[in-house]
């Protein structure tokens, strides 16, 4: 009864249920369940999810703001699950651009040219001009905390659809909230929004897009000591399965992941975006595996997350592999020898250097540990090694081990800062002085000047 009440409060409620059973009460009789006495809770299986919709009023109330914003904009969160066809019909009636939150990344093709990509402190800069510049906005299904990248309040009208009435309007001021479920909802704005002529806005958009992508190709091509890791995860893009599943752990491999992964139709990718609960890389690839075992899985992970309970995990995949359909299981380590979101977000925040003592990190073979276990191991030192490290990778009997050896150097930059915003990273560096520092300042400033700015020395 229990277990199915859990079950019952974890679908209703879109979260996690905790059950404790205590020794006594294992070991206990099982009730009656046809008991008709005090105390005796009875269960009925199964569960028929019911339709939740806005009112019509509403629905048109919202396709007014809609009809009236001249420079539309679309973010899409992890809500919006099986509603893809509908948005993109309806960002292609308003001319919209659309972007994503971090959760929101595999719900809509990335591919599309008026799709800015993920917004936010990791985002693109498109994402982050399109929200900019936005006079409407319409949130599907998120409840994304980078609120600073959203429009300033004030500058664009809103409108938000979720199905959890707790969070609408909590991000952004609403003018017409909705209630309901994604892509039904979507359905009933359909209903209400003509095409729109005018595609200026979209083609502005879409020249946003172009320009980040060169962007993030140079970012990722550009030379680093020894790897640039930005170029470890865009090498995989063009290689990534088609049936694949991903999984993401935290730190500076989300920017990497969010930037420069581009997942095809269908396959899911998951991360600990509102927790950030660093370690949850392995274990997540592995429940995605005992889920779904024919089906390939990559998982993205740094050198810290690797230490906490990566080692370990392996020792699972080790055990496991040899019954699943596909024993391609591929963990890609960026291995820079350091906790580099937190040195970032140190010197970017604090203005203040990168602390040896708790964010350096002790080297660890990890391609050697997994062919202890009886896996495969790659480690990578040169750019001109990783294709082939992919491609060896991906077509493995058995799971594998990528220690990618990457540069430590290379920035977390956020999109669209202006200058103030970033001084701190500059300061950082400055107070900390040696090698590392120099060359993460070069691989800064160009970055910046990417964007279009001009830094002041010193």
Same mark, same amino acid.
């Given at each position: 009864?229990?277990?199915?009440?859990?079950?019952?409060?974890?679908?209703?409620?879109?979260?996690?249920? @905790?059950?404790?059973?205590?020794?006594?009460?294992?070991?206990?009789?099982?009730?009656?369940?046809?008991? %008709?006495?005090?105390?005796?809770?009875?269960?009925?299986?199964?569960?028929?999810? !019911?339709?939740?919709?806005?009112?019509?009023?509403?629905?048109?109330?919202?396709?007014?703001?809609?009809?009236?914003?001249?420079?539309? /904009?679309?973010?899409?969160?992890?809500?919006?699950?099986?509603?893809?066809?509908?948005?993109?019909?309806? &960002?292609?009636?308003?001319?919209?651009?659309?972007?994503?939150?971090?959760?929101?990344?595999?719900?809509?093709?990335?591919?599309?040219?008026? %799709? *800015?990509?993920?917004?936010?402190?990791?985002? *693109?800069?498109?994402?982050?001009?399109?929200?900019?510049?936005?006079?409407?906005?319409?949130?599907?299904?998120?409840?994304?905390?980078? *609120?600073?990248?959203?429009?300033?309040?004030?500058? +664009?009208? /809103?409108?938000?659809?979720?199905?959890?009435?707790?969070?609408?309007?909590?991000?952004?001021?609403?003018?017409?909230?909705?209630?309901?479920?994604?892509?039904?909802?979507?359905?009933?704005?359909?209903?209400?929004?003509?095409?729109?002529?005018?595609? /200026?806005?979209?083609?502005?958009?879409?020249?946003?897009?172009?320009?980040?992508?060169?962007?993030?190709?140079?970012?990722?091509?550009?030379?680093?000591?020894?790897?640039?890791?930005?170029?470890?995860?865009?090498?995989?893009?063009?290689?990534?399965?088609? =049936?694949?599943?991903?999984?993401?752990?935290?730190?500076?491999?989300?920017?990497?992941? /969010?930037?420069?992964?581009?997942?095809?139709?269908?396959?899911?990718?998951?991360?600990?975006?509102?927790?950030?609960?660093?370690? @949850?890389?392995?274990?997540?690839?592995?429940?995605?595996?005992?889920? !779904?075992?024919?089906?390939?899985?990559?998982?993205?992970?740094?050198?810290?997350?690797?230490?906490?309970?990566?080692? +370990?995990?392996?020792?699972?995949?080790?055990?496991?592999?040899?019954?699943?359909?596909?024993?391609?299981?591929?963990?890609?380590?960026?291995?820079?020898?350091?906790?580099?979101? #937190?040195?970032?977000?140190?010197?970017?925040?604090? $203005?203040?250097?990168?602390?040896?003592?708790?964010?350096?990190?002790?080297? #660890?073979?990890?391609?050697?540990?997994?062919?202890?276990?009886?896996?495969?191991?790659?480690?990578?030192?040169?750019?001109?090694?990783?294709?082939?490290?992919?491609? *060896?990778?991906? +077509?493995?009997?058995?799971? #594998?081990?990528?220690?990618?050896?990457?540069?430590? !150097?290379?920035?977390?930059?956020?999109? $669209?800062?202006?200058?103030?915003?970033?001084?701190?990273?500059?300061?950082?560096?400055?107070?900390?002085?040696?090698?590392?520092?120099?060359?993460?300042?070069?691989?800064?400033?160009?970055?910046? &000047?990417?964007?279009?700015? =001009?830094?002041?020395?010193?």
């Amino acid at each position: 009864m229990l277990i199915d009440r859990a079950f019952r409060t974890a679908l209703a409620t879109r979260s996690p249920t @905790c059950v404790i059973l205590p020794h006594d009460v294992q070991s206990a009789p099982a009730p009656d369940p046809t008991a %008709h006495e005090h105390g005796v809770m009875v269960t009925s299986p199964g569960l028929r999810p !019911a339709r939740v919709l806005p009112r019509e009023e509403d629905l048109r109330a919202a396709a007014e703001v809609l009809r009236a914003g001249e420079r539309v /904009a679309i973010m899409v969160g992890q809500g919006a699950y099986g509603a893809a066809a509908e948005i993109v019909e309806l &960002a292609d009636r308003l001319g919209a651009g659309v972007t994503a939150s971090l959760l929101g990344k595999p719900v809509l093709d990335e591919g599309l040219p008026f %799709h *800015t990509g993920v917004m936010g402190h990791l985002g *693109t800069t498109a994402s982050e001009q399109l929200l900019r510049n936005c006079d409407t906005l319409l949130l599907i299904g998120t409840n994304d905390p980078w *609120t600073e990248f959203y429009p300033a309040p004030g500058q +664009a009208r /809103a409108v938000q659809i979720d199905i959890d009435g707790r969070q609408l309007g909590v991000r952004y001021p609403i003018e017409v909230p909705l209630l309901g479920d994604a892509a039904e909802t979507v359905r009933g704005l359909l209903a209400e929004v003509p095409p729109r002529p005018d595609r /200026a806005w979209r083609d502005q958009v879409e020249a946003w897009v172009r320009r980040w992508h060169e962007i993030s190709t140079a970012r990722a091509t550009a030379p680093a000591e020894p790897l640039n890791p930005q170029f470890v995860v865009h090498a995989l893009s063009d290689r990534l399965p088609a =049936d694949a599943q991903v999984a993401v752990d935290v730190g500076s491999v989300v920017y990497w992941y /969010a930037r420069h992964l581009r997942l095809p139709r269908g396959v899911p990718a998951h991360l600990s975006s509102t927790l950030a609960s660093m370690g @949850c890389g392995l274990p997540y690839g592995i429940a995605a595996k005992l889920a !779904a075992p024919g089906r390939p899985v990559i998982t993205l992970t740094g050198d810290g997350a690797m230490q906490m309970t990566g080692l +370990a995990e392996l020792v699972t995949v080790a055990a496991r592999w040899r019954d699943w359909a596909d024993p391609r299981f591929v963990v890609c380590v960026l291995n820079n020898r350091d906790l580099a979101e #937190v040195s970032w977000e140190q010197r970017e925040m604090e $203005g203040e250097p990168r602390f040896a003592t708790s964010q350096q990190l002790p080297e #660890v073979p990890y391609a050697g540990y997994a062919e202890l276990l009886g896996l495969r191991g790659l480690r990578v030192t040169s750019p001109g090694d990783l294709p082939a490290a992919w491609d *060896t990778a991906l +077509a493995a009997d058995r799971p #594998v081990v990528i220690d990618a050896v990457v540069d430590p !150097a290379v920035p977390l930059l956020p999109p $669209g800062r202006p200058f103030e915003k970033v001084k701190g990273m500059y300061a950082g560096l400055a107070a900390e002085g040696g090698e590392t520092a120099r060359r993460a300042e070069a691989h800064l400033r160009r970055e910046r &000047a990417d964007e279009g700015y =001009d830094d002041p020395a010193g």
